[in-house]
């Protein structure tokens, strides 16, 4: 059974940082473009960065220059560094592995994680 669990999310004050962790017990991890999305109150859930097992990395414009993401191979994990934090920026994160190497394509959520930037 595939698990996604997040941490580091919490409460920070604007101009803030906080790291994301996703710990994924996936066979084959290498075969998986892994991301983070959020979702506010009220709004779609949305990508805010993905990293291809390559290191290739896609960002939401939101988040240019102020986010990195990052993963570890051999530790199945994928990391998501915030600076800069703006209250806009509040919202579950959600860990997602997915993967279209497989037949049928796979596709795996975290539990999310609560950030909250607030003064």
């Known amino acids: 059974q595939v698990h996604l669990v997040e941490s580091g999310g919490g409460l920070v004050q604007p101009g803030g940082s906080l790291r994301l962790s996703c710990a994924a017990s996936l066979s084959s991890f290498s075969m998986y473009v892994m991301g983070w999305y959020r979702q506010a109150p009220g709004k779609q859930r949305e990508l805010v960065a993905m990293v291809t097992s390559g290191g290739s990395t896609t960002y939401a414009d939101s988040v240019k220059g102020r986010f990195t993401i990052s993963r570890d191979n051999a530790k199945n994990t994928v990391s998501l560094q915030m600076n800069g934090l703006k209250p806009d920026d509040t919202a579950v994160y959600y860990c997602?592995?997915?993967?279209?190497?497989?037949?049928?394509?796979?596709?795996?959520w975290g539990q999310g994680t609560q950030v909250t930037v607030s003064p």
């Open positions: 997602n592995a997915h993967s279209r190497l497989f037949i049928p394509s796979r596709d795996y």
